[in-house]
């Protein structure tokens, strides 16, 4: 008993020394695996793609090991096809998975596998929670906020204040962000004369009909441009986030609105935005029917600096893929992870384009920070 007893002391002192010595030292994980999924294949989710690109790069040259698969439904409307991939991406145990939602009633099932398989989740484009899943993060911004801030660049464009129209002014600071605050700051300032002058036609292009981010966006939109009853919307039709479908749905507006009765079209999105562009271009109204809309890529901040759209609100697709990595390498590893990365919408236009693309601005990651904080647990 008294060699038993003894050999257990010595086996439980190299062990110890051997700790010491870092022989037993806390390595990081050879590959980081984050299985990403946006709804379609658009310019706007390759955009975010390749920022989700340039993060793993990132994190691999500076010795975070991190692998991106990446997987899209054939069309924002193929509802099965993101549940099928993020189910496929949990049979493959990846380490964490990256959702830009479909739609969020659709892949709450989904989810719920994915918590049961023990692989954390990260959701972009949404902040509010979705109920009865876990989620390690959300990296979003308001939908409702970010149409507000598209109805404001309207506003200015038809004879409010601002940036971008015939109206009163607005010295702006390089750099500034015309965000909610912004332009609710400067409309809490319009005299009565400014919004009786305030006057325009137009309609409005929206994504999938009754679905959370069009009916989001929509009441946003609504709610900061009925106030104005100068501003007359005469239509509003469903492209489903598509760009041939913009494309269709402006020139049924442009047919029902002849030449000199219809001002302007938002559209809920920069591909259903981009299609409005091209059909008031080929219909030679190109002068007549002002573009505005929402989302920003590198193709639409172009188009921006062209003068073919007037003014577009950014949902910062960058931040998304940039700081999807960050997350999803903190959720891997078990280190603490924000709950929260919230984007703030803003407008831009013509002056502020540089600021956006080709080259958004981007804090660095402390890579270092990291890694000492998940070797210290």
Do not use: C
Not at 130 to 148: C, K, L, P, T
Not at 208 to 226: C, E, M, N, P, Y
């Amino acid at each position: 008993m008294i060699k038993k007893s003894l050999l257990i002391i010595l086996v439980v002192a190299l062990l110890v020394t051997l700790s010491s010595f870092g022989v037993f030292a806390k390595e990081l994980p050879k590959e980081i695996v984050i299985g990403w999924t946006p709804p379609d294949i658009t310019g706007v989710f390759r955009t975010a793609t390749h920022y989700f690109e340039v993060g793993a790069y990132d994190a691999s040259l500076n010795g975070i090991p991190v692998t991106l698969l990446y997987r899209a439904p054939a069309s924002h409307i193929a509802f099965g096809d993101q549940v099928a991939i993020i189910e496929d991406f949990i049979q493959m145990k990846v380490d964490v998975i990256a959702i830009s939602p479909i739609e969020v009633e659709v892949i709450i099932p989904a989810i719920r596998k994915a918590n049961k398989a023990g692989i954390p989740v990260i959701i972009v484009n949404l902040l509010e929670p979705i109920a009865g899943v876990e989620v390690a993060s959300y990296i979003g911004f308001d939908n409702g906020m970010a149409a507000e801030i598209s109805a404001y660049s309207v506003l200015d464009y038809f004879g409010g204040p601002g940036v971008l129209g015939t109206g009163r002014k607005v010295a702006v600071v390089p750099g500034t962000y015309l965000d909610l605050k912004w332009w609710q700051d400067l409309y809490a300032t319009v005299t009565p004369e400014e919004k009786a002058a305030i006057k325009a036609t137009g309609t409005i292009i929206e994504g999938v009909a009754g679905g959370f981010f069009s009916q989001a966006r929509l009441v946003g939109f609504h709610k900061v441009i009925d106030e104005y009853p100068g501003i007359k919307i005469v239509g509003t039709l469903a492209a489903d986030w598509n760009r041939e479908k913009g494309i269709k749905a402006a020139e049924d507006f442009l047919t029902a609105n002849p030449k000199g009765t219809l001002d302007f079209m938002w559209a809920a999105s920069n591909e259903m935005g981009m299609g409005a562009m091209l059909a008031a271009e080929a219909a030679g109204r190109q002068d007549e029917v002002k573009i505005f809309t929402n989302d920003v890529t590198p193709e639409s901040a172009e188009r921006v600096r062209e003068g073919r759209m007037v003014a577009e609100t950014t949902h910062g697709f960058a931040d998304w893929g940039w700081y999807g990595v960050e997350y999803a390498v903190r959720a891997a590893l078990g280190v603490d992870v924000p709950p929260v990365f919230d984007i703030r919408p803003r407008t831009m236009y013509k002056e502020n384009a540089d600021e956006f693309y080709p080259t958004p601005k981007l804090e660095p990651i402390d890579w270092d920070a990291i890694k000492a904080e998940y070797l210290a647990k």
